[in-house]
């Protein structure tokens, strides 16, 4: 665990300084997996049709939310009618229950907006359908 997280620590170190560097706030997904393997993956897959306690991950980006097949979500999610893109992830991952209060989703947030950011480019990485 303490390697997971120094090598988490110095992936999002090095993220970082590339993007104050070049002035850009575009993500990194290899970045954004690791954000995905520490704060995501014990309840989310990211593989096609293989849910966990979350629904997959697997193209999530661009997806309409509550919409994954087989996968009990709550009322807020499915009357939500938000089809999950850049903004929209950001606003629930910084805060889900804010975003949409109601949601059953046990989570208070991704804090840090450059791991948000990498983790959406991740995202945006493993959905097939990619939308802007």
Known sequence: MKYRLATLAFALAITA???AASGTTHGNAAA???VYLHQCSGCHSNLP????FGP???GVYGRKAGSAPLHHYSAAMHASKIVWNATT???FLTNPHAYMPG???????LKNPQMRI?????LKSISPQKSP
């Open 103 to 109: 949601t059953i989703m046990p989570y208070s947030g």
């Open 17 to 19: 300084n590339a993007h």
């Open 49 to 52: 049709g293989a849910d966990r």
């Open 118 to 122: 990498n983790l959406i480019a991740y």
């Open 56 to 58: 997959t991950l697997y």
């Open 89 to 91: 992830l950001n606003g």
């Open 32 to 34: 954004g997996h690791l």
